[in-house]
């Protein structure tokens, strides 16, 4: 069954994507820690991230780093810290979340936010790509 994460690359299931090369996308997780929080994903549908192909892994990881700075030059934070934890979605994920201390990713304190917010907020990192 493919995961839901399958499913937004293909555009079955909308998102606030920030970015997308050929293997990765990059978008703003729904239930967030921080505004401004980020997926990014291999276009591949591989459960556990130690398992991706070094190539991929690496591209992940690069990719990763680029939505990073982008997102720390869009959001007021002091850091964008990654979390990488792979239970929650079986399609390997780097979770990038802007912090202004360790309770940001504890993934206990979540922020609501509306669509507007969410596009202005993707709107925002996009422009510093």
């Known amino acids: 069954m493919e995961s839901i994460f399958s499913k937004i690359i293909k555009n079955e299931i909308p998102c606030y994507k920030i970015a997308e090369t050929d293997n990765c996308f990059a978008f703003l997780d729904v239930n967030p820690n921080a505004l401004g929080h980020t997926l990014c994903i291999p276009k591949v549908e591989e459960d556990y991230i ?11 990881l690069n990719f990763s780093k680029v939505i990073a700075i982008a997102i720390k030059k869009a959001i007021p934070c002091e850091r964008v810290a990654m979390s ?3 239970l929650e979605v079986p399609h390997a994920h780097v979770h990038l979340i802007p912090i202004n201390s360790m309770k940001d990713v504890d993934f206990k304190h979540k922020k609501k936010c509306s669509h507007e917010n969410f596009e202005e907020i993707a709107e925002k990192i996009r422009n510093f790509l």
């Open 50 to 60: 130690f398992e991706l192909e070094s190539k991929l892994y690496s591209e992940l």
């Open 84 to 86: 990488v934890i792979g």
